[in-house]
């Protein structure tokens, strides 16, 4: 069935580093994906998203790109800061509902 | 207050005992959510609508309860808490496109002891 794999966290970066979450899926045809971020104890809000094969989804410094050849979505940033901290989900649209990855939780350094 | 609002945002109940979260948004969204987050299996939806009075289960469905009589309010029953529906409920919204922002409510922390 249609699933969504994320890398395991927690992910510990210092500030200015480079960041990358994995983020694979699985599904027939080629779904719309998204990134969501959840700041702590907030509700998620949409970062990021590609409706089709080869669209690159950016805001906030984050891009992700959809790669329809490795079935990715992987989320990048080139220097994060403290204030990037949170839970990042990696989402398919299927049908009329979004599937969810487990999320990945990044915790920044100062 | 615009937007999307649950209540209460943190419960503690008993096992058996009957609990009703609410979901409330100001978008005239047609379509609305319900999720449940634990560590490790991320964001799990439990039931949608689409429409006033139209419904629909989700991938855990069990034990749960929904109605949406009217647009902007659809409320998430447990009809008898189990220590197993310990967790934390996000509401979320949609306009009817599929590719609109869903927008997600702070959540409802759940203890069920």
């Known amino acids: 069935g249609n699933s969504v794999t994320q890398m395991e966290g927690p992910v510990t970066l210092s500030e200015e580093a480079f960041l990358t979450i994995n983020c694979t899926y699985t599904a027939t045809g080629y779904p719309s994906l998204f990134w969501y971020v959840q700041y702590p104890g907030e509700g998620l809000q949409l970062l990021l998203k590609?409706?089709?094969?080869?669209d690159k989804g950016s805001n906030k410094g984050f891009e992700a790109t959809y790669r329809k050849e490795t079935t990715s979505f992987h989320l990048e940033k080139g220097s994060v800061q403290v204030s990037d901290s949170a839970v990042y989900f990696c989402?398919?649209?299927?049908?009329?509902?979004?599937?969810f990855g487990a999320g990945t939780i990044l915790r920044v350094k100062s | 207050d615009a937007g999307i609002t649950q209540s209460p945002r943190y419960k503690i109940t008993e096992t058996g005992r009957q609990v009703t979260l609410m979901c409330h948004q100001t978008w005239s969204h047609s379509y609305m959510f319900w999720y449940r987050q634990d560590l490790g299996h991320g964001l799990r939806l439990i039931y949608y609508s689409a429409a006033a009075d139209i419904t629909d289960k989700g991938e855990v469905p069990d034990g749960y309860v929904v109605s949406r009589s009217k647009t902007e309010n659809f409320p998430l029953t447990l009809e008898s808490a189990t220590r197993s529906q310990t967790s934390v409920y996000f509401c979320?919204?949609?306009?009817?496109?599929?590719?609109?922002?869903?927008?997600f409510g702070p959540g409802t922390r759940l203890t069920v002891l």
């Open positions: 989402a398919q649209l299927y049908g009329n509902k979004l599937v």
């Open positions: 979320a919204s949609r306009g009817a496109g599929p590719y609109n922002e869903q927008f």
């Open positions: 590609a409706t089709k094969a080869d």
